[in-house]
């Protein structure tokens, strides 16, 4: 069994910053691909970063690059993703997964998936 705990998030201006963590137990961590979703009300979930097990690989949707950045600590089993310059369509309920595939932008091939965490920009 893994769990996946959120925390973060909240409301910010258009241009502010929010870091979501993502804190892990159970199955080892530090062996699993993580990735970030993100889900605005009446769309569907969409990718936003992945990371690989070890760091040294990430993935980021094209929106999103330059202004998000998924990070980890194995030591700490926590991923995090730092958001900066947001936008009021950034507005949406993010959840991290966990895949033991590896990194990956499909979110079926996550197998478990934190609990969600809203955040909210205004303009």
């Known amino acids: 069994q893994v769990q996946l705990v959120q925390s973060g998030g909240g409301m910010v201006q258009a241009g502010g910053s929010l870091r979501l963590s993502c804190a892990a137990s159970?199955?080892?961590?530090?062996?699993?691909?993580m990735g970030w979703f993100r889900q605005a009300p009446g769309k569907e979930r969409e990718f936003v970063a992945a990371?690989?097990?070890?760091?040294?690989?990430?993935y980021y949707k094209n929106s999103m690059k330059g202004r998000f950045t998924i990070s980890r600590d194995n030591a700490k089993n926590t991923v995090y993703l730092q958001m900066n310059s947001l936008k009021p369509e950034d507005t949406a309920v993010y959840y991290c997964?966990?895949?033991?595939?590896?990194?990956?932008?499909?979110?079926?091939?996550?197998?478990?998936w934190g609990q969600g965490t809203q955040v909210t920009v205004s303009s």
């Open positions: 159970g199955r080892t961590f530090s062996s699993n691909a």
């Open positions: 990371i690989s097990w070890s760091a040294g690989n990430t």
């Open positions: 997964a966990s895949s033991p595939t590896g990194i990956t932008t499909i979110g079926h091939a996550y197998d478990y």
